[in-house]
């Protein structure tokens, strides 16, 4: 069983690679009668498109979406939704170096040892190009989760050592680093221009939260909201952790801290992340994800051949030195499929259940 | 669409409730031909089962398994196989009091707004007494890998601040805490008793290894490896944040000393944890989970009843004071089943590739 | 991907075996709040148990069910229901000499084949005795559906050239056939009788009906309510064909008489069998389905062992003369089944679309 | 959950309408390394497009397809196959009269009622145009099966009273009506014209079978491979019944008549189908599936407008006097599609069994 399917109720079922025709999505299980037209998923698109800042690599790729199906007369009809992105600025040659290379810290080597054989060009599937349509299919998702009461944003809380905490949401997008903090911005500019003159790059934390998100979602004990949400986001490209509430910090925190206490009022703290035995308690849901250094990097490295041969590797092209800071709206889409997909799958089992 | 089957072609379904009959599962997909008997899970049961030692929760239960199905001849037949543990020490009287009460940190608000209904028995269906069956369904999956010259080992890496970094794998099944670190054992015992003392728990963290996992497990783009390991882990109860490799390590980190270099002897480093591009690279898989502390605590705690009315609340019983440490065979069977579902994906695929 | 799960919201999980302990299932997602004691299952499941009269198998099995989770207080909690039947008069000796012959007509050869071991006792997996499971899951399923006023009944419609079309529902637990039509029971009774004197065996039909079954529930365009109840029927054992609606007849029909033309008072004729383009129209759903003779008579046969050498080959033991009539209970389960799973599947993703 | 994804491993997700942007698909779970182009699949797709001959649809449609991903240098490379075929010949205007009108035995009231908006325009989603997607999917799917020594073929034996058994393969793609009976021919030539005088439409029924399919292919209890045949081929347009090996004749045979006996040369008749409790015996896999006459035809019908007024509808546009004949190809494809999934299931779990 492959795995290019996300969702059980709402399903994404995504395909394309880096430098081949194009990218493109069928979003099955979505309501009927949503309105949604391109410029919805356009929008979401436009905020991870390369080529926005001179932070991230600079292949121009317009990211123009097409509806495919799905929609009549401006709303879903509850019938698949194809969407199809064509690439553009492929410049293929820039690739064909590594094609007998296995670029350390990428999945050359692992798609050319499962598979037998690999679009090498641009890393082909394994290209974090193929998130375009995780975005895209989020943005249909946030649409319908917005006829719930629900929003999702997330925003860059950390760079290597720069700390950036959320401090204003308003300023997310008015920086290129979807960084909730002003302040943070001048000192995470200059980490990049050092990285860019040494060719080096470096990590990044992502914080997200939900909110809206109403009692009772999540169905455990495997598919818990929580469990779930573990996996969206670590299978974004270059993951490598995610917590929920407080995450680690519950190591070292007490039983009589950690526990988030009622009055009726309603919870008194939300060290769990909007979370209990798998399923939203009506709080905020929140996760942090952890995203390693690009592997792209132009410092020389060590790596072997296809045919099993020592040799130093330099990757040139257009790379991010930081994947974390495109990483923000991929994020929020993840957390808007998980929750949508929950919604429907609750709603199955217990829509007849009185929760107020 | 309800949670409670883990796997797409090696599948495990439990059932049951803590002070209810008994626990089982249908463990479905399981090759045929495996030498299996009740000994073979009695063996990892016993090691999570309650009432091994001081600290851990104090109800006696025997956790005898039965298979009911699927083994003919001492060999599994590819048919389901059928798992039952009956309960013995339910003493449903201890719980009578909290019928009418959300203890926080629990899911018994959320299983009651959820459902409309709850087993308010010991927690019901959400305590986690449902993992005996993880953990059952996991030394099947174990015995499958283990043909593949795979073995998977987990320790308690921290408990509160008492770090315990792997030093010695021999040293985990000699102490009750499941740590592979002699000199950490007599600090956490200080640390336990102390929480006991003052009716107050803590959390712990767990690190899992996967040793001979082969290169080219895994699902890109979504059912990548790591995702199906942050998932499995994260549906363990009490679980708040997993990760893979260097985890939330790599924000920090460089690209040039993140990225595993290769050389004609293999990679020269493991920071990815033995993922690359959601595939194994056939270095050591590894991970670490966090645990929260126990919510069940004698220090009373504010908390709402089922009709709305603030109270005061003490969770009695017998609860540990840590439930981070019987989590550490939970958390090497939920490896265990991601694994084994991983191996048998990868075979239906590509079973023709030649890999070495 | 092991295939003993039916349903994608409503799943039952199936194991056991002929003449193993005993035979299991796990019932995810019920809705909870449902009153559910072992009585409404146990009635079903008595209707279909051997034993019950001298048209067949004289094996003599109780058929106790034991609800193992899942309800609480007599209602469904929405956790799943863990079901379990022991098996008691199981005579394994009556089976040894089949041990290394592969029974035609039988799936004797094709499990060894396909694992490379079987529980050859009865059939072990094989053996219809599996359906006692579909029978106490439909029996849940029914509970639920009667809850949206829908019914589901079948009738054994026709036995070898012994045809009983449908005229008087009352009568169908008033004769071993369950048959509709009491002026087929004479003839059928002789059948049976010239059958069991000759060792051999024959074919029947079966016709089920479900009525009140709204309109929109199916999901195109694979998963459609007919694709599914032809899974559904075709997948009990010694199925081999199904119809919905007029069925094969529909070969020579005309347009002009075939499509179910629609006045102010609904539909004027139903032909299609309640289904339009996957979906149903809120007319009674109806379908047929055609069972081979039973291949275990006392005949000889010609077959080979499982070490190459051709063998004649009598199958001793108690059968049935006609394994169609037992399946009448299976038949209104497994439509039970599918229509809960696509009452969950459709509420899950339209219960805000208004259909009066 | 939405229903427009067949398969386990090997999964096709189709979207689109008739009158939409096109119709597409994404092929997932394809072993890499398969040769694979446009035209393996354009071959297919041109056996069923409309407008090839004056007996269907006289709508014209390239339906040139695209491989969008999942092809590199002329080999599938394991990852995810994007299809699309871009519409044309679309003529929306023929359909605005249809807008409020439900066209008697077409899907558009159920389709209305369930998503409480369709796209009315020549039946939107459920038009059978969407099986173009089918048989472009069954065109890879068959490349992967031809690897294993497997041809699928299909065969029309009957439309309306005119009887045509399959006499011989190699006239198949010689008539106009995919008859393997050149005797058949001209009378249903005489048919089809005698209809189209009448503006009526009839029946049809198609034979179908697989060659050299192992034994040991099909996932019981309920995911036999007689069932998802079952389920496949009742999934496409206008299906009413489906039968596989001897169908609805079972029901008048004896036990000593059906079942195939074995001799050291094989199975001795083939009354199963080549399947045996849901395993393939080794033998031929067949089915016969049952097609209603089209409901689109010139004879006024009564119906009802969204509005719920009485009206006679007389259904315009370029129609088939039979849909059965078209649907040759689409049945042979989900075989293909049934057969493929089997495959890659049976590998994934028994691999390692020796079957020979």
């Known amino acids: 069983m492959a795995g290019n399917t996300w969702g059980k109720l709402f399903t994404v079922s995504t395909f394309g690679e880096s430098h081949g025709v194009g990218l493109g999505a069928v979003v099955d299980g ?37 509806i495919l199906s799905g929609v009549f007369e401006g709303r879903t009809t509850g019938t698949p939704i194809g969407l199809l992105i064509r690439n553009q600025d492929q410049r293929s040659q820039d690739y064909s170096a590594i094609k007998q ?94 990285l860019k003159k040494q060719g080096d790059s470096v990590g990044a934390r992502i914080y997200v939260e939900a909110c809206g998100v109403p009692v009772g979602w999540g169905e455990p004990v495997f598919d818990r909201l929580d469990a779930d949400i573990a996996k969206a986001l670590m299978s974004i490209n270059a993951a490598k952790a995610v917590a929920v509430g407080d995450g680690f910090d519950v190591v070292t925190q007490r039983g009589s801290e950690h526990r988030d206490e009622m009055t009726i009022e309603g919870f008194q703290s939300n060290h769990a992340g909007g979370v209990l035995g798998g399923i939203s308690t009506g709080q905020t849901v929140n996760a942090e994800v952890a995203f390693k250094p690009t592997s792209s990097i132009s410092i020389p490295g060590k790596t072997i051949t296809t045919e099993g041969e020592a040799v130093d590797i330099v990757t040139k092209g257009r790379h991010d030195p930081c994947v974390g800071i495109r990483a923000v709206p991929i994020v929020e889409a993840m957390m808007a499929l998980v929750l949508v997909d929950h919604f429907l799958r609750d709603r199955g089992q217990n829509a007849g259940v009185q929760r107020s």
């Open 101 to 194: 290379q296995f670029r350390p810290g990428h999945a050359d080597y692992t798609y050319q040892k499962k598979y037998g054989i690999r679009d090498y060009r641009g890393g082909g599937r394994s290209s974090a190009r193929e998130t375009a349509m995780r975005v895209a299919a989020g943005a249909i998702a946030a649409k319908v989760l917005a006829q719930q009461g629900i929003s999702i944003r997330a925003a860059l809380t950390q760079m290597g050592s720069v700390v950036a905490p959320v401090k204003d949401w308003s300023a997310v997008n008015g920086n290129a680093f979807f960084c909730a903090n002003p302040d943070a911005v001048e000192p995470m500019d200059a980490l990049i221009r050092e």
């Open 30 to 66: 979505c309501p009927a009668g949503i309105e949604l037209s391109c410029e919805d998923i356009q929008q979401a698109l436009d905020r991870r498109r390369p080529g926005t800042s001179r932070y991230t690599t600079q292949r121009q790729e317009p990211d123009q979406v097409e």
